[in-house]
């Protein structure tokens, strides 16, 4: 039901060249002949808030000149970049996985469980999951392939990417109003040093993982190395 792809091998992928650049963009399609959803998720670093995951279709001859792995992008590129998506997309849709289920079933599984969510939500259905990473739980009745790296090296898996991004910022930064002394309109929850001190400060509050190492860094790490291994910094 599905595999692991480092870029460059597999299916009968298309790349695209920007004609004004010249430059090799990320690649339309895994599989030409199959109705494909790119999955992504952000938030499984974070010490507080929900992990979110997006699916998207994308048509096969989608581009576009610098669509990227949402880490790659400013605020300002994610933003335009929604509005194209959602515009250009066949389907798309962003599901969550709160801190309390985060807590009880793990954040590897939470992670999936956001991915099934966002495709339930899909209104057309996918014949194919394109998903970033090394590792998923199969979709019932859905091949995947696991694409290393794939939120550069795929539009749909970008897209999701930023779908799930910009919907997690935002709520973290509306959670920041309520709990203004952790930073989250900022590090949207990431173990940052001002997120860290606030909680040696003030303690967690309802939207921190329980289970998660909320106090301190690992023995000889230092915060800011934990963050950036995280992929924040």
């Known amino acids: 039901m599905g595999g692991v792809v480092p870029f460059g091998s597999g299916g009968n992928e298309k790349y695209i060249y920007d004609e004004y650049s010249g430059r090799l963009m990320l690649k339309a399609y895994y599989n030409m002949d199959a109705i494909e959803a790119g999955l992504d998720e952000v938030g499984r670093g974070c010490l507080a808030g929900p992990v979110v995951a997006a699916a998207v279709i994308l048509p096969k001859d989608f581009s576009h000149s610098y669509l990227n792995d949402s880490k790659q992008l400013t605020k300002t590129q994610r933003i335009e970049l929604e509005k194209e998506i959602v515009r250009e997309a066949?389907?798309?849709?962003?599901a969550e996985v709160d801190n309390f289920e985060i807590d009880k079933i793990n954040?590897?599984?939470?992670?999936?469980?956001?991915?099934?969510?966002?495709?339930?939500?899909l209104h057309m259905k996918p014949e194919h999951l394109l998903?970033?990473?090394?590792?998923?739980?199969?979709?019932?009745?859905?091949?995947?392939?696991c694409i290393i790296k794939g939120d550069a090296h795929y539009f749909s898996i970008a897209a999701a990417s930023v779908l799930a991004k910009n919907y997690r910022d935002e709520l973290m930064c509306d959670l920041a109003?309520?709990?203004?002394h952790y930073g989250w309109e900022t590090n949207v929850g990431?173990?940052?040093?001002?997120?860290?001190?606030?909680?040696?400060?003030h303690g967690p509050c309802s939207y921190h993982r329980m289970t998660f190492r909320l106090f301190k860094a690992e023995e000889n790490q230092s915060i800011e190395e934990e963050a950036e291994d995280l992929g924040f910094l």
């Open 190 to 201: 990431y173990p940052t040093i001002h997120h860290r001190k606030a909680l040696s400060m």
């Open 131 to 145: 998903v970033d990473g090394n590792r998923f739980t199969p979709y019932p009745l859905i091949p995947h392939t």
């Open 90 to 94: 066949l389907s798309y849709a962003v």
């Open 107 to 121: 954040i590897l599984k939470a992670s999936f469980l956001a991915m099934h969510r966002a495709v339930d939500k």
């Open 177 to 180: 109003n309520q709990f203004p």
